[in-house]
């Protein structure tokens, strides 16, 4: 085992060192911004001048151009350059095809007779790599951007590669204290967090992440070879802070929980040793290996959520989209009250889940590239270019002022108050907000890089472990 994760660990190195010799366009190293209240995370040093014009792709130049202006300013170009025209986008998320009839009003305030047809796909099974990949091999492309996740992925596979460019609106980068030349990132659109929850009705609490590794629990988790996101979950666990997490929870265990665990924990020491792990990585290892052995995987977040907010699922648990509590429709066995986030629970210890983001960019060989800039500016700088995912707690706007406004109009921190705004009607839909979940709530954020950089030495190491089998 050993000399195979040695293996592992230096074809990674080679791997490595041809990537950095190969940045291809506009590459971004970092994660967008995941802090709606604390503003971007990209360098706010003195603005890389970056590679001359004569490197530039024509959309690179577009983008480079579209970067000093207004959202005003870009809509003029918008309208120029598509009134008449179909507009192709492509996405993870379905509200897409919600946001563009938006925009299209938004630029019809400006001018009263324009007009663009659209279409937005979706495609399935992490397919949407597959058909960027194809369509990024024409000289003009059929899609003008995307919405997309996956950091680990869009890395390696589409911004490495030159198929997918970066667009750093002015106003957003403005809102996040950034120049949008000096921000080293992923334009994100907004971070999503899946939570565990868990069904009330019986006598089990979960105190402590661990609970949901012990002996006996089977969680219901969509599979991490169905929804890639999972398994970055799973690759942000052995970074050095999230596992000192699992350290800190596992030391605010009892003696005879911490006796169950310890086994597993010393025989990871030496495949963390292995894999280059910081102190805290044989923490990681074993909740990695205790919940990919043990969790009941599951094809989508919805029937997840369906069956635990039924008071029949006594003691069962999740880990899923928080937002798809929106959904539960009321009735004398089904409601929001027979489940817990466990995260909200007085003195729980541990993470309370992940955050992942959806990013945006423009397509290198965009056919309409100005108007692929200005949707995407309209959805970051704008409540109501956001309002599409915006309307769902649990996802938050990379834009301080847009987040702000959202959380003004939806009211998301009292989702679960009656009303007559004093009595709480579902406690678990008062969503504390991103700043509670990164700080007290614990989330552990997607980061691509960090991703990238131990999916083929800790991928590969999940990639030997057993999952479990319901049957």
Not at 21 to 28: I, P, T
Not at 81 to 86: A, M
Not at 105 to 110: G, H, K
């Amino acid at each position: 085992m050993k000399r195979f994760i040695a293996l592992l660990l230096s074809l990674a190195m080679m791997l490595a060192l041809v990537a950095c010799g190969n940045n291809g366009n506009n590459s971004q190293n970092n994660p967008g911004t995941n802090n709606p209240d604390q503003g971007a995370t990209g360098d706010t040093g003195t603005p890389d001048p970056g590679p001359s014009d004569a490197d530039l792709t024509e959309t690179q130049k577009i983008i480079k151009e579209a970067q000093g202006m207004t959202l005003e300013e870009l809509a003029q170009k918008a309208i120029e350059e598509s009134n008449g025209k179909k507009f192709f986008g492509v996405g993870n998320s379905s509200r897409g095809k919600s946001a563009l009839p938006l925009f299209i009003e938004y630029l019809q305030s400006i001018d009263p007779s324009y007009n663009m047809e659209f279409d937005w796909q979706q495609p399935k099974n992490n397919k949407i790599f597959d058909q960027l990949t194809a369509d990024s091999l024409k000289p003009e492309g059929t899609f003008a951007m995307t919405l997309i996740q996956d950091g680990n992925q869009i890395e390696s596979k589409m911004v490495q590669t030159g198929i997918l460019d970066t667009f750093v609106p002015k106003e957003w980068a403005e809102a996040n204290g950034v120049s949008a030349d000096s921000y080293d990132g992923y334009l994100a659109l907004q971070t999503l967090n899946k939570v565990f929850m868990y069904n009330n009705t019986g006598s089990k609490s979960y105190d402590n992440c661990w609970d949901f590794v012990a002996e006996g629990e089977h969680g219901l988790f969509m599979d991490i070879d169905s929804e890639i996101v999972g398994k970055n979950f799973l690759y942000m666990l052995t970074e050095d802070t999230y596992a000192g997490w699992l350290k800190e929870a596992f030391n605010a265990l009892s003696a005879d929980e911490q006796a169950y665990f310890q086994p597993t924990i010393k025989a990871m020491e030496s495949e963390a040793a292995d894999l280059g792990l910081g102190a805290d990585g044989a923490y990681a290892l074993a909740w990695i290996k205790l919940w990919v052995e043990s969790y009941n995987a599951q094809t989508d977040d919805g029937p997840i959520c369906n069956t635990l907010v039924d008071k029949s699922a006594t003691d069962q648990f999740g880990l899923l989209v928080y937002s798809k509590l929106r959904s539960v429709e009321e009735s004398s066995s089904v409601s929001v009250n027979n489940i817990n986030v466990a995260a909200y629970n007085d003195g729980y210890q541990g993470i309370g889940g992940y955050g992942y983001c959806h990013y945006l960019f423009v397509t290198d060989n965009s056919p309409l590239p100005w108007t692929a800039c200005a949707f995407i500016a309209y959805m970051t700088e704008t409540v109501d270019g956001f309002s599409a995912w915006g309307k769902d707690m649990g996802g938050y706007s990379s834009n301080p002022t847009v987040a702000e406004g959202t959380e003004a109009k939806y009211g998301h921190s009292k989702g679960g108050m009656a009303e007559d705004g004093t009595t709480v009607q579902f406690e678990a839909k008062n969503d504390r907000g991103y700043q509670w979940w990164t700080t007290d709530g614990k989330l552990v954020l997607e980061d691509p890089e960090y991703c990238a950089s131990v999916s083929f030495t800790v991928g590969s190491w999940i990639e030997m472990l057993t999952k479990y089998s319901a049957g």
